[in-house]
Each structure stands twice: as C-alpha cells, then as structure tokens.
T-cell receptor, first 114, second 111 residues
Framework: EPEVTQTPSHQVTQMGQEVILRCVPI?????FYWYRQILGQKVEFLVS????????KSEIFDDQFSVERPDGSNFTLKIRSTKLEDSAMYFC????????????FGPGTRLTVT | EDKVVQSPLSLVVHEGDTVTLNCSYE??????LLWYKQEKKAPTFLFML????IEKKSGRLSSILDKKELFSILNITATQTGDSAIYLC???????????FGTGTRLTIIP
C-alpha cells in the first residue's frame, strides 16, 4: 500500500541552526501539507502546497519556515534558525486530486532543539 | 476561530466492551470531518464524513455525522487491545485545505 515517508525519524539540532525535514508524498498525490505536534498538544496545521506554491499557511508558519518541492518526489520543510519552541513532531501529509480532504500522514520527524 | 472539541479526553475499558467517542465542532463553512487513529506516531486515516446521517463502517468501527447538531461519534464494538490509541477528530472548513484537530481521546483497552 502506498505511504508517505519522512526522513530523518529524529533530528537533534542546536538553537539557531537550520534544519531541513524531508518527505516523499504518495506518488500520485498533488496536495501536500506540513503539520506539527508539540509533545502533549494538538496536531497543528502549518502549511499546504499545491501546484508548486503555498496555498495556505498558519500563523505559526512565519518567515523562519519555508517549503519546497525540489523535484518530482520530495517535499521539504526548512526552518532557518531553530528555536527551542520548534521542538515538536513534524508530520507531512498528502492527498489526491479527487479526495483533497482525505489526507494521509507520514510517520513524522521528531525535532529536538537544544 | 475554528474549534474542535473531543470527549472524553481519556477512556479506559475492558476488552470486549463497546466505546463511543465524541467530537463536536464550531467552524465556518464546514466541508468534512475526519477521524484518525494515532498509535505511536503518524495519524492513520479512518473515516471521512461529509453528509449527515450516513453511517460509515469499517469492521468493528463505525462513525456518523450530525451536521445540524455539529457533532460526530466514533463507535468501536468488541474492543481489542490493539484498539488502544489516541483517536483524533479533525475538521476541514471554509474551502481551505487545512485540518483543524481536536485534542484527541486516549483510549486504553485492558485485557
């Protein structure tokens, strides 16, 4: 069964460093998303991406964040200068043209900022 | 601001029991409600509901939506230890693609 994959599974970085989280969405999906879940809290929407551009972003997704689809398979989230409060589980999700709201999630990347 | 509230926050039952999980929402321009199961990491898709009164069923799990009263329930019959997880409710609204999640219900099944 096709699935969303994410790498790395766990990333530890120092405050102020840049990190890139990688995702490979399901191959025929056209809509891509990033969510985050701070330990013990709700899953929160960060950004959605379609047709090579951001279609919506939340207040969390400030200038420190960027997304990119550098090739036909990868979808990345970059945090330019990490802060302690960026520590969270980051989930990538994707959905199909015909079922936009049925989002399938990857296993997540746990980001720890020290 | 869109709001999704789940209850109970936590539930502990014995194997074989039936459970009902609740999700209520207040959103502008509701489009769909989704249920996910979160075990160790990724939320796993269970159901998507868009129409009132139509039950969706998958094995021992079923769900229904009431768009008038703005809530959904997720039923699990004959629970098994493998059903232990956090069950998340999420709503898509306003023509946006983002999902607004509730805090989840932590379900624990005791053998």
């Amino acid at each position: 069964e096709p699935e969303v994959t994410q790498t790395p599974s766990h990333q530890v970085t120092q405050m102020g460093q840049e990190v890139i989280l990688r995702c490979v969405p399901i191959s025929n999906h056209l809509y891509f998303y990033w969510y985050r879940q701070i330990l013990g809290q709700k899953v929160e929407f960060l950004v959605s991406f379609y047709n090579n551009e951001i279609s919506e972003k939340s207040e969390i997704f400030d200038d420190q964040f960027s997304v990119e689809r550098p090739d036909g398979s990868n979808f990345t989230l970059k945090i330019r200068s990490t802060k302690l409060e960026d520590s969270a589980m980051y989930f990538c999700a994707s959905s199909d043209q015909g079922a936009r709201y049925e989002q399938y999630f990857g296993p997540g990347t746990r980001l720890t900022v020290t | 601001e869109d709001k999704v509230v789940q209850s109970p926050l936590s539930l502990v039952v014995h194997e074989g029991d039936t459970v009902t999980l609740n999700c209520s929402y207040e959103v502008t321009n509701f489009r769909s409600l989704l249920w996910y199961k979160q075990e160790k990491k990724a939320p796993t898709f269970l159901f998507m509901l868009t129409s009132s009164g139509i039950e969706k069923k998958s094995g021992r799990l079923s769900s229904i939506l009431d768009k008038k009263e703005l809530f959904s329930i997720l039923n699990i019959t004959a629970t098994q230890t493998g059903d232990s997880a956090i069950y998340l409710c999420a709503v898509e609204a306003g023509g946006n693609e983002k999902l607004t999640f509730g805090t989840g219900t932590r379900l624990t099944i005791i053998p």
